[in-house]
């Protein structure tokens, strides 16, 4: 099947770390650029970061920077996203999304992440 | 960063009516905007890119058009499937931005 697998959500403490993945499957992954997404309960989407075929180039936004990392794997195709010193507002489900079939043509299904004590 | 401002907030339709939404960019983002459906439980969904080009197995009751800083996807006939939040995004220039949505409702 042609998809994007997120996995690592979990409910995390205030200032803590957690590693979200992005597996994919049926395509040529090494091709397309990567994002991640967020959408925080009953809220809008929100872009976070984006990183491109080779992985040389990243971009973020303000809210994130210094704060998330994203990197990439082609050999492994998968895309991740380290995320530290989490805070109460960051909790949302996290979208990988990529470019294949347009830009964020394809979404993977999210996976969640709460932070709270 | 490019402010997506969505209007209206909520559109209230049945089926088979037409739905217009709009979607306004701060500064000019030439024909660099998207259009996405979310329903509820779902991840988003690619319906329009660079302003008017439907994405693979879109129906061609939807439809988008605009360029500059003005944007507009219209859902010609509405089908039951079709009341979800839609969400416009621009990626004109980093960082890439979303609009508040508009929710099209029963």
């Known amino acids: 099947d042609v998809q994007l697998v997120e996995s690592g959500g979990d409910l995390v403490q205030p200032g803590g770390s957690l590693r979200l993945s992005c597996a994919a499957s049926g395509f040529i992954f090494s091709s397309y650029e990567m994002n991640w997404v967020r959408q925080a309960p009953g809220r809008g989407l929100e872009w976070l970061s984006h990183?491109?075929?080779?992985?040389?180039?990243?971009n973020y936004a303000d809210s994130v920077r210094d704060r998330f990392t994203i990197s990439r794997d082609n050999a492994k195709k998968s895309a991740y996203l380290q995320m530290n010193s989490l805070r109460a507002e960051d909790t949302a489900m996290y979208y990988c999304?990529?470019?294949?079939?347009?830009?964020?043509?394809?979404w993977g299904q999210g996976t969640m992440v709460t932070v709270s004590s | 960063e490019i402010v997506l401002t969505q209007s209206p907030v909520t559109l209230s339709l049945s089926p088979g009516e037409r739905a217009t939404l709009s979607c306004w960019a701060s500064q000019s983002i030439s024909y660099y905007l998207a259009w996405y459906q979310q329903k509820p439980g779902q991840a988003p969904r690619l319906l329009v890119y660079d302003a008017s080009n439907r994405a693979t197995g879109i129906p061609a009751r939807f439809s988008g058009s605009g360029s500059g800083t003005d944007f507009t996807l219209t859902i010609s006939s509405l089908e039951p499937e079709d009341f979800a939040v839609y969400y416009c995004?621009?990626?004109?220039?980093?960082?890439?931005?979303f609009g508040g949505g508009t929710k099209v409702e029963i």
């Open positions: 990183i491109s075929t080779s992985g040389s180039a990243v």
């Open positions: 995004q621009q990626r004109s220039k980093w960082p890439l931005t």
């Open positions: 999304a990529t470019t294949k079939d347009g830009p964020f043509g394809m």
